[in-house]
């Protein structure tokens, strides 16, 4: 048995998130959480492991890789819903998007659940991948100069995004928080609200930046405009209101501006089309008024 082999450093099953699982191979896939010296560990895309993760979890601090999205893993403790976590200092990349639920088990179970602990001990990391679980409460404390990914998109977080939160991880390339705003089991989360942190503006390495689907309430801030690495900015669906800032016409950068069905007002800027990167311009249903420039005609890339 592979649990048995406690001198492997390195464990990759991903599977294609159909028919391949190792469920179908291993009488319990939990067994190699019992490799404690492991490296990296990855189990994605194997929709019918399921379980808590194990006591073993832990105990596992060499780990510099987890990668477990797409399974079927949960909490059985809302209050501690990934038990030890903070113990794995040396993580790099921590993935655990994505949990499925099992359809045919006698009561709904949850993927992973619950509130965050601080995970500001884990000041390796470069990439923190959580989305599509149901973590709930604030933001989590995070603190890492190495981290350049954070997606904690679709859970069930509520209040402001704190400036700390940027300050603390200042290499950011790829900020996602959005679609707080769900109904899970009956239970209505509004999302994330406004106003933006300040300290976004400061963040010059910045690519992506997604928080729609939130409940924001605030205006754009014209200081993004200086933001001249900024590739993606999605903000549909959370309640923009004010205008879109002429400011924005420097980003040269920018691919994608979503803004769509929020409560901006004013007339197009005309100095979008100045933005030769973009492909993708959506600012439909909100109260802008006037014509379109005849210079977003000049885009020509956009689809």
């Known amino acids: 048995e592979l649990g048995l082999l406690t001198a492997l450093t390195r464990i990759v099953l991903a599977g294609d998130n159909r028919r391949s699982s190792l469920r179908q191979n291993f009488t319990d896939p939990l067994e190699l959480f ?13 929709t019918l492991v399921e379980g808590a993760l194990p006591p073993e979890f832990e105990q596992m601090t060499n780990l510099e890789i987890f990668d ?23 993580l790099r990349v921590l993935d655990i998007s994505r949990q499925f639920q099992n359809p045919n088990a006698e009561q709904p179970i949850f993927p992973f659940f619950g509130s ?45 995004v704190p400036d700390s939160l940027l300050e603390s ?5 790829r900020l996602v928080l ?10 209505v989360n509004e999302g994330l609200s406004g106003p933006f942190p300040a300290a976004i503006a400061s963040h ?12 924001l309430n605030t205006t754009l801030p014209t ?10 900015i999605k903000m549909d669906f959370s309640f923009l209101t004010g205008t879109i800032p002429t400011e924005y016409g420097q980003m040269v950068q920018l691919e994608q501006l979503e803004l769509a069905q929020c409560s901006l007002v004013g007339t197009i800027p005309t100095e979008l ?23 977003i005609g000049l885009l020509t890339g956009l689809i």
């Open 34 to 46: 019992k490799l404690t010296n492991l490296v990296e560990f990855d189990l994605s895309g194997n």
């Open 68 to 90: 477990i999205h797409d399974c079927a893993f949960f909490s059985d403790n809302q209050d501690d819903p990934l038990p030890g976590i903070t113990s794995l200092t040396n």
């Open 116 to 160: 965050l602990p601080d995970l500001s001990p884990l000041s390796n990391l470069e990439n923190l991948i959580m989305s599509d679980n149901v973590f709930v409460g604030n933001l989590p404390t995070v603190a890492s100069p190495n981290l350049v990914e954070l997606d904690l998109s679709a859970n069930f977080f509520s209040g402001a």
């Open 169 to 173: 991880n200042p290499n950011l390339k």
């Open 178 to 187: 959005s679609d707080q705003r769900r109904i899970v089991q009956g239970q």
């Open 204 to 215: 010059m390495f910045l690519e992506e930046l997604d928080m729609g689907g939130n409940d």
């Open 223 to 232: 200081e993004w405009g200086a933001m001249t690495s900024l590739r993606e």
């Open 273 to 295: 089309g100045q933005l030769a990167a973009l492909f993708d311009l959506q600012i439909d249903n909100n109260g802008l008024t006037g014509q379109i420039p005849t210079e």
